[in-house]
């Protein structure tokens, strides 16, 4: 409209030149005049959307409205700062480090809302900080580095946090912090939804009138991110609700201290982690195939992924469970487990053994071998031969690939906390990697600053943290990495695997 407004008062200007060349000295200074402010008040106003549902309206922080497809400008209280913008044609609101007192929407169809940065909205009555209802859509998304905060600071009269009266979508990998007096984040007559890797925080608060579950929807489909829902002291409300239908998680992890309620459908846990307490799971939860979780300890349940054989499914950390590989491929035989993340088990080398489950979920792998007898030298294993090395041809089981896939063990890198310098000596200190990462051997190399060859490399044990260089240069800097390794000598799996070296630590000079 801006571009149309400027355009008609253009065409106007080129019509009337003839006029305004008549007009005397003072009449034509009133009339620039009045151009200015014309064209300053147009510009000063907001930006136009495009035509929208004649029934929808869009309130945002109590003075920015779009409402029947214009976007205008009212007196209110907000207490906003920050800038936001908003498609038209996409329905698309975009929040860039904004501080808002609400945003409401009528009718506001499939909604998505775009979180840039810091965004804080806080009530300080008893309407929600973000709300869209009748019959209104909601789907949020935002990068790693954006934070989303909705806060009811006037917790008297029961209202969710963030709230859709019809489907809620999280999507992406931004923080949500959701302190509502009623729910934390609700989604009333729809469908919850948590994909990508989100970080969520659903907080009922204290002291509140009608306090319902931080967590609520018609249902609940959690296939990623990591929720945390929080329920008051002495709260005996579920901190996961679905009023009509099921409770269905098949990733991310849920924390969920007060119990998982499904009125009229179930509770499905098909994948992910859940922490919550056994007993307030309602009704029983099942896994994928409908079967019955039995959890007596109440401890947080994983998923185990069994590639290549059977076991497959979600049982309680710590468990013990049965797996066996499937009938091998023809000309092969088993050799080893494999796992990506953890566990034990019981016997890798069995094709059917038992494996103790981490505390996370994990994936295990079936391999296999080639069982062709050896080759005369010149021939493959796979076309035999009466003999010759495993190199030429292959002694008799020797490993000639793996039919299943095999996820290979990663190092994570290690840090240097610590770099002092001494008389002609350097100490290092490194942060010491988690009993998980299963290290063999650190590493530690040095040289002086600007060098292209390292001087050495030290390889110490798993058990060390630190180590002194000496007989170092005088006056000189140096830099210090460190890397860690692992170290397998059984199965598939096989080789030694080396974490990335450190970021590079630069010496002062030495005494």
């Known amino acids: 409209m801006l571009a149309r407004l400027q355009h008609r008062h253009t065409r106007g200007n080129q019509s009337s030149r003839a006029k305004n060349a008549a007009m005397s000295i003072p009449?034509?200074?009133v009339f620039v005049l009045l151009t200015a402010f014309t064209v300053l008040a147009v510009l000063a106003a907001p930006p136009v959307a495009r035509a929208l549902p004649a029934s929808m309206i869009l309130t945002i922080n109590d003075s920015d409205v779009v409402e029947y497809g214009v976007v205008k400008r009212e007196r209110g209280s907000g207490i906003g700062r920050g800038n936001w913008t908003y498609d038209?044609?996409?329905?698309?609101?975009?929040?860039?480090?904004?501080?808002?007192?609400?945003?409401?929407?009528?009718?506001?169809?499939?909604?998505?809302i775009i979180v840039n940065g810091t965004v804080d909205i806080n009530r300080t009555n008893a309407l929600c900080p973000l709300g869209l209802y009748k019959a209104s859509h909601l789907s949020l998304k935002g990068a790693a580095t954006s934070h989303l905060t909705c806060t009811n600071v006037a917790p008297t009269n029961g209202?969710?946090?963030?709230?859709?009266?019809?489907?809620?979508?999280?999507?992406?990998?931004?923080?949500?912090?959701?302190?509502?007096?009623?729910?934390?984040?609700?989604?009333?007559?729809?469908?919850?939804?948590?994909?990508?890797?989100?970080t969520i925080t659903a907080e009922t608060q204290a002291g509140v009138t009608a306090e319902h579950a931080p967590l609520s929807a018609s249902a609940v489909h959690i296939a990623g991110g990591t929720i945390t829902c929080i329920n008051p002291a002495n709260s005996t409300t579920p901190s996961v609700y679905a009023m009509n239908d099921d409770v269905?998680?098949?990733?991310?992890?849920l924390t969920a201290p007060n119990g998982i309620t499904a009125d009229a459908g179930g509770v499905t846990i098909a994948g992910g982690s859940v922490y919550a307490p056994w007993n307030k799971i309602a009704p029983a939860p099942k896994n994928a195939a409908g079967q019955a979780i039995n959890n007596?300890?109440?401890?947080?349940?994983?998923?185990?992924?069994?590639?290549?054989?059977?076991?497959?499914?979600?049982?309680?950390?710590?468990?013990?469970?049965?797996?066996?590989?499937?009938?091998?491929?023809?000309?092969?035989t088993f050799d080893t487990w494999s796992s990506n993340g953890g566990g034990a088990f019981q016997s890798a080398t069995a094709a059917r053994t038992s494996f103790e489950l981490p505390n996370r979920p994990v994936t295990v792998v079936a391999?296999?071998?080639?069982?062709?007898?050896?080759?005369?030298?010149?021939?493959?294993a796979a076309s035999g031969g009466s003999g010759g090395s495993a190199a030429s041809g292959g002694a008799a089981g020797s490993v000639q690939g793996i039919t299943m896939p095999v996820t290979k063990p990663t190092v994570k890198k290690v840090g240097i906390s610590k770099l002092k310098v001494g008389k002609r000596k350097l100490t290092v200190t490194w942060k010491k990697l988690a009993a998980s990462q299963q290290v063999t051997k650190y590493q530690v190399r040095w040289r002086i600053k600007g060098k292209a060859k390292w001087s050495k490399v030290k390889t110490l044990a798993a058990s060390k943290k630190s180590y002194i260089i000496s007989g170092?240069?005088?006056?000189?800097?140096?830099?210090v990495q460190v890397r860690a390794y692992r170290k397998i000598t059984?199965?598939?799996?096989?080789?030694?695997?080396?974490?990335?070296?450190?970021?590079?630590?630069?010496?002062?000079k030495l005494k």
């Open 472 to 479: 170092l240069k005088k006056g000189k800097r140096y830099q």
């Open 490 to 508: 059984t199965g598939a799996s096989a080789g030694t695997y080396y974490s990335a070296w450190s970021a590079t630590k630069i010496s002062g």
């Open 27 to 29: 009449t034509r200074v």
């Open 248 to 253: 269905t998680l098949t990733g991310g992890t």
């Open 296 to 332: 007596p300890t109440g401890a947080a349940l994983i998923a185990l992924t069994v590639v290549g054989g059977t076991g497959t499914g979600t049982y309680p950390a710590g468990t013990t469970v049965p797996i066996a590989a499937a009938t091998a491929p023809s000309g092969q």
């Open 159 to 198: 209202s969710p946090a963030i709230y859709a009266e019809g489907d809620l979508t999280i999507d992406g990998n931004l923080t949500i912090t959701a302190r509502g007096s009623r729910h934390g984040i609700s989604s009333a007559f729809g469908t919850l939804t948590v994909t990508g890797n989100p």
């Open 367 to 380: 391999c296999y071998r080639s069982t062709a007898a050896g080759g005369s030298g010149n021939g493959s």
């Open 88 to 112: 038209a044609a996409t329905n698309t609101l975009t929040l860039n480090d904004c501080i808002l007192n609400y945003i409401h929407g009528e009718y506001t169809d499939h909604m998505t």
